[in-house]
């Protein structure tokens, strides 16, 4: 019992340490308020398309759609099933999961370096584009960003303590779960393993039974997607093959790749972006701020393969 209690501390914060923080408790009434209001404009909207069309998938349930993993539609499914069929209901996974991925940020920058930055990151979170219009409408994305944030944070742990198998083990069903909602997420383990090939102290890990036991959890999740697509001629894969121009072969596309970077810009504010873009040249070479700082930066900037992915 006392090792589970321990287990639960690292993972998620021992809530009476960090009430203690000043930045912590700040962190957590900003949380609340920008969630209330995320509440309130929620109602006040109509349905976009892919809200409409998860939640029309959601009434005939199946271990995948078309495109996309059956995250989504189970959510929704779940919380209309529980509190009625009503727009705000159909929003409610979203602004709940916005603010969970608000504390999960806070963690982040509180265990890469300490409070006061793990507050400025929730701040600075919440009035980005993306994130804020992410915030309130129930697609993939807010489940897609929650269990990739929660997977960085749980495979940190697991770098801390690599014989710990639970730690490697909950990062592999983290990924699993975010990749029921994107496939996106599955981009994450391609992090997790070039961060280790990058770190010559942590190379090591790349062949070892934590490894091994979070891709085996990971591929748990992977099988129901993959019968389905397999009884129904791969619509789902050729969908992902033809959304990444893969069926013309591989050529550079700079128009693409332009696109793909201004649209970033775009969603995460211009600002902000040049904030990211200063920070990230600010390094020379592989990690020099720390591995901290590599593993942030590895995690969070988008991976450039990942357009083709979306």
Not at 84 to 95: S, T, Y
Request: charged share 15%; hydrophobic share 55%.
């Amino acid at each position: 019992m006392l090792c589970e209690a321990r287990a639960l501390s690292l993972n998620l914060g021992s809530m009476t340490g960090i009430l203690k923080s000043r930045e912590a408790r700040w962190a957590l009434i900003w949380i609340g308020l920008v969630t209330l209001f995320r509440l309130w404009f929620s109602r006040r909207l109509d349905l976009v398309g892919d809200e409409a069309h998860y939640w029309e998938c959601g009434r005939s349930l199946d271990w995948s759609h078309y495109g996309k993993g059956p995250g989504a539609a189970f959510v929704i499914r779940m919380f209309t099933w529980l509190l009625g069929d009503w727009v705000w209901v159909v929003r409610l996974p979203a602004v709940l999961l916005a603010a969970g991925t608000g504390w999960l940020i806070f963690l982040l920058g509180r265990t890469f370096y300490d409070d006061r930055v793990g507050l400025v990151a929730v701040v600075a979170a919440s009035v980005m584009p993306l994130f804020a219009v992410g915030s309130i409408l129930m697609t993939i994305d807010p489940l897609s960003v929650f269990f990739w944030a929660a997977a960085a944070l749980t495979f940190w742990k697991a770098m801390e303590e690599p014989a710990r198998k639970r730690h490697w083990a909950f990062t592999g069903l983290l990924v699993g779960l975010g990749f029921q909602a994107k496939y996106t997420n599955a981009a994450e383990l391609i992090c997790f393993l070039a961060f280790l090939l990058l770190v010559p102290e942590k190379r090591r890990l790349i062949l070892s039974r934590g490894t091994f036991f979070m891709l085996g959890m990971f591929f748990l999740f992977t099988i129901p997607i993959l019968l389905w697509n397999a009884f129904r001629e791969w619509i789902g894969a050729v969908h992902v093959f033809e959304g990444g121009d893969f069926d013309r072969g591989f050529r550079p596309d700079f128009g693409k790749f332009a696109g793909f970077w201004l649209l970033q810009a775009i969603v995460v504010s211009p600002l902000m972006f040049l904030v990211m873009l200063a920070a990230f040249w600010e390094r020379d070479g592989p990690f020099p701020n720390g591995i901290r700082a590599g593993w942030l930066g590895g995690f969070f900037w988008p991976p450039p393969f990942s357009w083709a992915w979306c």
